[in-house]
């Protein structure tokens, strides 16, 4: 049966939880909240430590919550982040996304800061403000920083988050033997940007139903009698972990069985784990592939997507890597298009009178229940202060809760 | 000027003239999403690849390596994938052809301008730009390409691509 305006906008006769409003993909005035109450308090994955490996390499990036920020590792070998601004007359200091410097130099003025943020040259210093400004007081505005959970950069713009360790908690405690028994390194990067809202792409990150989208999920998982054991496992501040699956890979024509695994991964193993707000550790027999959003707006989003693999690869190990990555991750490859044009559909119809966006399967937490996205907006609505099926209070408290 | 000279000169710029015709015509083909027309171009020993240069790591990335059972089994396997189907049209111009009569090949490298002409209302987009860097076997009646490296000056490519470029 169709349905007309009344019954399309009419709330569903469902939990609060189970449904959010489309709004929450579309309101600038949301986003602008999120900006603040999300993303300039949460710890957020900047890169990974072998992209500043070397005593002076530099990674410039743009954080959401509204800054341009500079990763850096001192000559004492620190991993520091600063806001990416000369304190003098807020030019930006580094215009390349990465690179190598002893002193970074403001092409403005040429004032000079160390890669410790310390500022180390001022500009005929003395003719101009005597002894009315030092340069030791004048450093770069430094962010909170910490490396872990598989050598991340994360920083967090709130000078008085807790620290990482308990941002994550035990979320990523399944996969830790993989990520930390040695070191890693990244071999591939790029970014999709998407007319879409940040939230779509964790959603599909955090349900597997949409697996009938993807004919090779379908092969080499779903076909599989432990992938409908894959269960879902929430942790605090909106994180969730999927269960640990063994893909048949060479159930999908021209494709074979990944010989090369993690440490503590089982031979083409699988484990997945969704972070709020947006991050996706996911490592999949040879490679693993971290996701991060970079919101824009309410209706754009840049995706960054990392692939990486063990630091003592050798050449051929690192190839057969890289090429496991593509053939389903990579921008040519079979999953990742298919997982993007999907958020980029729901991109294009959230605009346009779309009614309330269901969460509602429940499969006692196993591979195609819904528990992933209903824990993350329920982190969403705590730190939002608002529901995210009724963010302007419209209810009055009369819907099911 | 000897007769064999001239002789030679002729025969190379017949080769260079065939090598480009077929770069052209494996463009028409890619442009018609005759995929498998176009691999039937290729040397059994074909060798593709797509990569780039990131910045961003400051490392060489390689989104896409095949041989051609590989290109094979994934143009065959496309009917099965949910995939974008705005069509691409590819501006390309040969640059260079270098022929080696030695080792029976040329390479030639093409720059490309790959277009994306959306579905509903024909807008067209630059969807990428790059280089093609071929190695064409000379061993038979027609020249075959036996290594297409396609080389990407664009790293944003939205939500990607499912063909060949």
Redesign the interface.
Request: proline share 4%.
């Given at each position: 049966m169709t349905r007309g305006a009344v019954e399309w906008d009419r709330r569903p006769s469902l939990p609060m939880t189970h449904y959010v409003h489309p709004a929450i993909y579309t309101d600038e005035g949301i986003f602008g909240a999120e900006q603040e109450k999300i993303w300039s308090k949460v710890w957020y994955l900047a890169c990974h430590e072998s992209?500043v490996s070397e005593a002076n390499d530099f990674?410039a990036y743009r954080h959401p919550g509204g800054k341009n920020l500079l990763v850096a590792r001192g000559e004492d070998g620190k991993i520091r982040t600063f806001y990416n601004v000369c304190p003098h007359r807020g030019n930006t200091i580094v215009y390349?996304?990465?690179?190598n410097a002893r002193h970074i130099t403001c092409i403005f003025h040429a004032w000079a800061f160390n890669t410790k943020g310390d500022c180390v040259e001022i500009t005929r210093e003395k003719q101009g403000y005597g002894d009315r400004l030092n340069k030791k007081d004048y450093g770069l505005r430094e962010v909170r920083t910490e490396v872990g959970f598989g050598g991340f950069v994360y920083v967090n713009l709130d000078d008085n988050a807790g620290p990482l360790a308990e941002f994550i908690g035990h979320a990523l405690d399944g996969m830790l033997k993989c990520l930390e028994t040695e070191s890693l390194e990244?071999?591939?990067?790029?970014?999709?940007?998407?007319n879409t809202n940040y939230k779509f792409w964790h959603d599909t990150n955090s349900e597997f139903y949409h697996d009938y989208?993807?004919?090779?999920n379908r092969q080499t998982s779903m076909l599989q009698p432990s992938y409908w054991e894959r269960e879902y496992v929430p942790f605090p501040n909106g994180h969730a972990q999927v269960g640990d699956q063994v893909v048949k890979y060479e159930a999908?024509?021209?494709f074979k069985g990944r010989h090369l695994s993690f440490p503590g991964l089982e031979r083409n193993g699988w484990k997945m784990v969704d972070l709020f707000p947006g991050f996706t550790y996911n490592l999949r027999g040879s490679a693993l592939r971290i996701d991060t959003v970079l919101p824009l707006g309410p209706a754009k989003t840049i995706i960054e997507y990392?692939g990486l693999g063990l630091r003592r690869d050798t050449p051929d190990e690192r190839?057969q890597r890289?090429?496991d990555y593509?053939s389903i991750w990579?921008?040519?490859?079979?999953n990742?298009?298919?997982d993007?044009?999907g958020v980029?559909g729901q991109g294009r119809a959230i605009g346009r009178g779309q009614t309330y966006i269901l969460h509602a399967r429940e499969e006692e937490n196993k591979i195609h229940d819904e528990i992933g996205m209903r824990h993350f907006y329920g982190e969403w609505s705590r730190r939002m202060g608002r529901l995210a099926s009724d963010p302007f209070g419209e209810t009055g408290g009369t819907s099911r809760a | 000027m000897s007769r064999g000279a001239s002789q030679g000169r002729e025969d190379s710029g017949a080769i260079v003239d065939a090598v480009r015709d077929l770069i052209y015509r494996g463009c028409l083909l890619l442009d018609q999403n005759d995929f498998q027309g176009w691999l039937d171009l290729c040397a059994p020993e074909f060798h593709y690849t797509i990569s780039a240069y990131s910045p961003e790591i400051r490392r060489e990335v390689v989104w896409l390596d095949h041989d051609h059972e590989g290109m094979a089994s994934l143009i065959r396997m496309l009917p099965k994938h949910n995939s974008d189907l705005t069509p691409l049209t590819r501006h390309a111009s040969v640059y260079t052809v270098e022929n080696d009569p030695a080792a029976k090949e040329a390479r030639a490298v093409t720059s490309v301008a790959i277009f994306s002409t959306s579905l509903d209302g024909g807008a067209t987009e630059l969807f990428a730009v790059g280089r093609y860097h071929d190695v064409l076997a000379l061993d038979g009646p027609a020249p075959r390409l036996k290594r297409r490296g396609v080389r990407l000056e664009t790293r944003s490519l939205g939500i990607g691509k499912h063909w060949p470029l």
């Amino acid at each position: 049966m169709t349905r007309g305006a009344v019954e399309w906008d009419r709330r569903p006769s469902l939990p609060m939880t189970h449904y959010v409003h489309p709004a929450i993909y579309t309101d600038e005035g949301i986003f602008g909240a999120e900006q603040e109450k999300i993303w300039s308090k949460v710890w957020y994955l900047a890169c990974h430590e072998s992209e500043v490996s070397e005593a002076n390499d530099f990674r410039a990036y743009r954080h959401p919550g509204g800054k341009n920020l500079l990763v850096a590792r001192g000559e004492d070998g620190k991993i520091r982040t600063f806001y990416n601004v000369c304190p003098h007359r807020g030019n930006t200091i580094v215009y390349t996304p990465a690179g190598n410097a002893r002193h970074i130099t403001c092409i403005f003025h040429a004032w000079a800061f160390n890669t410790k943020g310390d500022c180390v040259e001022i500009t005929r210093e003395k003719q101009g403000y005597g002894d009315r400004l030092n340069k030791k007081d004048y450093g770069l505005r430094e962010v909170r920083t910490e490396v872990g959970f598989g050598g991340f950069v994360y920083v967090n713009l709130d000078d008085n988050a807790g620290p990482l360790a308990e941002f994550i908690g035990h979320a990523l405690d399944g996969m830790l033997k993989c990520l930390e028994t040695e070191s890693l390194e990244i071999f591939t990067y790029h970014q999709a940007v998407v007319n879409t809202n940040y939230k779509f792409w964790h959603d599909t990150n955090s349900e597997f139903y949409h697996d009938y989208m993807h004919y090779h999920n379908r092969q080499t998982s779903m076909l599989q009698p432990s992938y409908w054991e894959r269960e879902y496992v929430p942790f605090p501040n909106g994180h969730a972990q999927v269960g640990d699956q063994v893909v048949k890979y060479e159930a999908y024509e021209g494709f074979k069985g990944r010989h090369l695994s993690f440490p503590g991964l089982e031979r083409n193993g699988w484990k997945m784990v969704d972070l709020f707000p947006g991050f996706t550790y996911n490592l999949r027999g040879s490679a693993l592939r971290i996701d991060t959003v970079l919101p824009l707006g309410p209706a754009k989003t840049i995706i960054e997507y990392r692939g990486l693999g063990l630091r003592r690869d050798t050449p051929d190990e690192r190839a057969q890597r890289i090429r496991d990555y593509d053939s389903i991750w990579g921008p040519f490859g079979r999953n990742l298009h298919e997982d993007l044009m999907g958020v980029m559909g729901q991109g294009r119809a959230i605009g346009r009178g779309q009614t309330y966006i269901l969460h509602a399967r429940e499969e006692e937490n196993k591979i195609h229940d819904e528990i992933g996205m209903r824990h993350f907006y329920g982190e969403w609505s705590r730190r939002m202060g608002r529901l995210a099926s009724d963010p302007f209070g419209e209810t009055g408290g009369t819907s099911r809760a | 000027m000897s007769r064999g000279a001239s002789q030679g000169r002729e025969d190379s710029g017949a080769i260079v003239d065939a090598v480009r015709d077929l770069i052209y015509r494996g463009c028409l083909l890619l442009d018609q999403n005759d995929f498998q027309g176009w691999l039937d171009l290729c040397a059994p020993e074909f060798h593709y690849t797509i990569s780039a240069y990131s910045p961003e790591i400051r490392r060489e990335v390689v989104w896409l390596d095949h041989d051609h059972e590989g290109m094979a089994s994934l143009i065959r396997m496309l009917p099965k994938h949910n995939s974008d189907l705005t069509p691409l049209t590819r501006h390309a111009s040969v640059y260079t052809v270098e022929n080696d009569p030695a080792a029976k090949e040329a390479r030639a490298v093409t720059s490309v301008a790959i277009f994306s002409t959306s579905l509903d209302g024909g807008a067209t987009e630059l969807f990428a730009v790059g280089r093609y860097h071929d190695v064409l076997a000379l061993d038979g009646p027609a020249p075959r390409l036996k290594r297409r490296g396609v080389r990407l000056e664009t790293r944003s490519l939205g939500i990607g691509k499912h063909w060949p470029l």
